[in-house]
């Protein structure tokens, strides 16, 4: 028998311990969509999250409305929840599925399955044992007894001498009764027509409310939630997730809105993200998105709050328009910069001397 050696399971173990450390990462910061729908299940005590399909597409309707957002942001938030364990995936439904648009809409079509035409009907079929003439039952029907249309003689008895075969098809064209019929599955969605092999099968799921789960998680890491309530005792306004209209027209939320005291303004003095960069992958995309964002809310002071510490170019881009960026190894070492930054007030990013030349 091959026994490990130590050595092997210690990796083993690391490997698994970093997977869970995974996890633990996730659920120390949701996006500020994950947060607001998590808000929603506490307060409506939502059991259940149903899904639809939609022209091709896997959509959650009440939760695209509540929260304003796309059928992907919806997809992504309800991803995210499942990761923590807020939301656990069963499978409600399976629906045989168009393989062309992924639609689950069908109109069926049926045809003779001798010559294909479309001219059927469908009844009870009767077979005259004695001369093996087979019609539909009524064809039978003389006067109130059963009779051959074909041989002309009167039926006697079911087993006997006629039996009952069930319900079969009759071809107006070619005459054929046969108990099946071709059939195809016209796509509500796109219109392609498939025979039911080449249907696929679509589950729809049906996401529970892990209520325990949800209990457990906070809306907000501790840590930040303190630091609000410490800004708060010296009268400054603190909101999170904070929604604002865009000159586009379009809403943003942003993790943090600061209002300071005195401050005239009905909109935030200030309006801030706090995003883990931890995926480098995912750092450019970040990035702009908050790039644009930026671009597009009337606020004075915008500011993007990132841990680990991101690279120079992202740094000139941000600066370009001004983003206060405000950077930390991890996310604790963050939330003391963060507070730092909103005491002491705007502090613009030191440029350096590249950037300088640009101006
Ligand atoms: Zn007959
Ligand atoms: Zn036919
Ligand atoms: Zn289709």
């Known amino acids: 028998m091959y026994n490990p050696p130590p050595y092997s399971i210690a990796i083993h173990l690391y490997e698994s311990m970093l997977e869970e450390l995974g996890i633990i990462m996730q659920q120390l910061f949701l996006d500020a969509n994950s947060r607001r729908l998590l808000r929603l299940l506490r307060e409506r005590g939502i059991s259940y999250i149903d899904s639809v399909v939609e022209k091709g597409a896997i959509r959650f309707p009440e939760v695209e409305s509540e929260l304003e957002l796309d059928t992907d942001g919806v ?10 364990g807020v939301l656990e995936r069963i499978v409600e439904r399976s629906l045989y599925s168009c393989p062309e648009c992924g639609d689950a809409c069908f109109q069926v079509k049926t045809a003779c399955s001798s010559c294909g035409s479309p001219e059927l009907l469908v009844g009870q079929v009767i077979e005259h044992l004695t001369c093996g003439h087979i019609d539909f039952d009524n064809a039978f029907l ?5 009779r051959c249309p074909k041989c002309g003689r009167h039926l006697r008895a079911i087993g ?3 039996r009952r075969i069930g319900r079969a098809f009759k071809c107006l064209k070619c005459g054929a009764i046969s108990p099946v019929a071709n059939e195809l599955y016209r796509c509500r969605n ?9 249907l696929k099968i679509l ?6 409310v892990n209520k325990e789960a949800l209990s457990s998680i906070g809306d907000v890491p501790e840590k930040l939630y ?23 027209g379009v809403y943003h939320t942003f993790t943090l809105s600061i209002k300071y005291p005195g401050s005239g303004n009905s909109s935030p003095d200030l309006v801030m993200d706090i995003v883990p960069m931890d995926d480098p992958s995912k750092r450019k995309s970040e990035v702009l998105a908050f790039y644009v964002k930026a671009i597009d809310v009337p606020i004075g002071r915008k500011a993007l709050a990132v841990y680990p510490k991101i690279g120079e170019e992202f740094r000139k881009l941000l600066s ?5 960026l405000i950077e930390a190894e991890n996310f604790d070492l963050l939330v003391d910069k963060i507070s730092e930054h909103i005491r002491n007030g705007e502090k613009p990013i030191n440029l350096g001397k590249n950037l300088g030349k640009l101006k």
């Open 75 to 84: 997809a992504r938030v309800i991803e995210s929840l499942e990761k923590s």
């Open 142 to 146: 003389w006067e109130d007894r059963l």
């Open 160 to 162: 006997v001498d006629y």
């Open 190 to 198: 796109c219109g392609s027509e498939n025979i039911k092999d080449k």
């Open 203 to 208: 589950h729809l799921h049906r996401f529970k």
């Open 226 to 248: 303190l630091l609000s309530r410490n800004l708060e005792s010296e009268g400054i306004i603190v909101e999170f997730d904070k929604s604002v209209k865009g000159s586009s």
């Open 320 to 324: 370009t328009i001004r983003v206060e």
